[in-house]
């Protein structure tokens, strides 16, 4: 998760600097949730880059257990709420 916050605040920081302004002016918010398999986080990247979100795509160095290149998290925003809450919504958290 730490991986896909860090590239979340570096994409935003360049692409959105307001966003990221604000992002930071309210205390940095994240929330951790989960789903369970890695067509699903593609999914909820494909859908966050619809509405115009950051989607940020971490890809396992295969290290451990998790086969090489296989993507384990995404990170979604900085972003308006709302739009973050369309996309994640409905997920568990983690």
Known sequence: CCHAA?????AV?????????KWRMYG???????TETEES???IAREARS????????????RTQI?????TVT?????PEELVNQVTGHLKLF
């Open 41 to 43: 986080l593609l999914k």
């Open 13 to 21: 920081s360049k692409t959105d600097p307001e966003m990221f302004r």
């Open 75 to 79: 990170g979604i925003g900085p972003g």
């Open 6 to 10: 860090v590239m979340s605040y570096e």
């Open 28 to 34: 940095q918010p994240k929330v951790v949730v989960k």
């Open 51 to 62: 509405l115009g979100l950051n989607a940020s795509l971490v890809k396992d160095a295969g």
């Open 67 to 71: 086969a090489p290149g296989s993507i």
